[in-house]
Structures are given as C-alpha cells and as structure tokens.
Nanobody, 126 residues
Framework: VQLQAYGGGLVQAGDSLRLSCVVS????????MGWFRQAPGKEREFVAT????????SYASSVKGRFTISRDNAKNTVYLQMTSLTPEDTADYSC????????????????????WGQGTEVTVSS
C-alpha cells in the first residue's frame, strides 16, 4: 500500500487549501484514513480522521470548524479541505491508513495506523 499526499504550498493567513492523498492498490474502502501534521520542533499531532464508508469523522479541536475531511472511494482518495488558515497551521501534513474492522471505526492515535505517506508542506504566512 502506498500513499501519496499532495496539494501543500505557501498561502496567506485566511486562505484556503485542499490536500489530497491517493492510496494505491485495491481495498481503499476497507481503510480508515487520517491526516496528521508535524510542525518544526514539535511532535506529530492528529488533525482529522474519517471512517471507511459512513463518513464518520473526528477533528482536532484546533481545526474543528475550519477543516473538513472527506473521501472518494471510487478515486482511492482522501481530502483535507482547510479554510481560514493561520500561521499556526504551518506544518508537514501526512496521510495515514489502516484497515478498519467495521464501517464505523475511526482512529485519532497515530500509532493505530499501519501505512503512511510522505508529507506535503503547508506554510501559512501572516
């Protein structure tokens, strides 16, 4: 399983950005997907997660109301729509996947994920 995230870039505070993560191989619908980020000098932190099929989601409190995670099982892709970006959102954003035993499971702990993609850098200038 390979994950490839893209869509990062340099934006100004208040702007929006959409990240995408494409998962190679079959069985994408079996995976719970998550987005995590790591800012320079900080530990990796949870951003958002989405369940296999029922689109149950969970967000970090710091992004709730501004970020939206979604998935397109037909395209093997998970998205992270980010709005009202602030300099505090500057980080390397990575997507992660794990096979979930049920349609309703989602996970916020990075240790729960088996597969990780390389990150995409998001820089928000003030």
């Amino acid at each position: 399983v390979q994950l490839q995230a893209y869509g990062g870039g340099l934006v100004q505070a208040g702007d929006s950005l959409r990240l995408s993560c494409v998962v190679s191989g079959s069985s994408f619908s079996r995976y719970c997907m998550g987005w995590f980020r790591q800012a320079p000098g900080k530990e990796r932190e949870f951003v958002a997660t989405i369940s296999r099929s029922f689109d149950l989601t969970s967000y970090a409190s710091s992004v709730k109301g501004r970020f939206t995670i979604s998935r397109d099982n037909a395209k093997n892709t998970v998205y992270l729509q980010m709005t009202s970006l602030t300099p505090e959102d500057t980080a390397d954003y990575s997507c992660a996947a794990r096979i979930a035993p049920s349609l309703r499971n989602y996970y916020t702990n990075p240790e729960s994920y088996n597969y990780w993609g390389q990150g995409t850098e998001v820089t928000v200038s003030s």
